[in-house]
């Protein structure tokens, strides 16, 4: 039985420390995924993606009824500015999560009163401008999500032009 014990408990520690390991990189591991399949448009511009099909799935499980719209983001060179412009009459929520997956930000069409809105994304030390609305993050990277309720995919075309105004941007330095 002695013989045993040391790669036994050898063992539970190398288990653990692996379990340990792998649960803090998965979630950055699954945002780098997101932000490869979500990013057609690029780092720090919004994408505007065509409705989810079977053959066309980038997230897990999306909504067939949702109009997605993303920006990947990165924080390394400044802050990034998202604007949002809710559609009249359909439900909208923007969500904004950081490199490891953590929602850090929500705002809907009916907390904004159906009012335009810009938030300002920034690390702590960024100067953003004065009076921005700021959430802070403590990663560089992340993906702000835009969702859009349909109430028939058909409507897609006739709402895409309303969805295209919402928009992010790097914050510049304006003098």
Request: proline fraction near 7%.
């Amino acid at each position: 039985m002695a013989g045993w014990f040391r790669p036994l408990v050898f063992g539970a520690v190398f288990a653990a420390a692996t379990a340990w390991a792998a649960i803090g990189a998965i979630p950055y591991a699954l945002m780098n995924v997101a932000m490869d399949r979500l990013g057609q448009g690029g780092v720090n511009r919004m994408s505007y993606g065509n409705l989810a099909t079977p053959a066309r799935q980038p997230v897990v499980r999306p909504s067939p009824d949702l109009a997605y719209s993303s920006c990947p983001y990165d924080l390394s060179a400044g802050p990034l500015a998202i604007d949002v412009t809710p559609v009249a009459g359909r439900y909208s929520s923007l969500s904004v999560f950081d490199a490891a997956t953590d929602v850090i930000f929500v705002r809907n069409d009916v907390e904004a009163g159906g009012k335009p809105y810009r938030i300002v994304v920034a690390r702590d030390g960024q100067a953003v401008p004065a009076g921005a609305e700021v959430v802070r993050t403590d990663h560089d990277r992340g993906i702000a999500l835009i969702r859009l309720l349909l109430k028939d995919p058909a409507e897609i075309g006739e709402l895409d032009a309303a969805r295209r105004e919402s928009s992010c941007a790097a914050v510049t330095n304006r003098k």
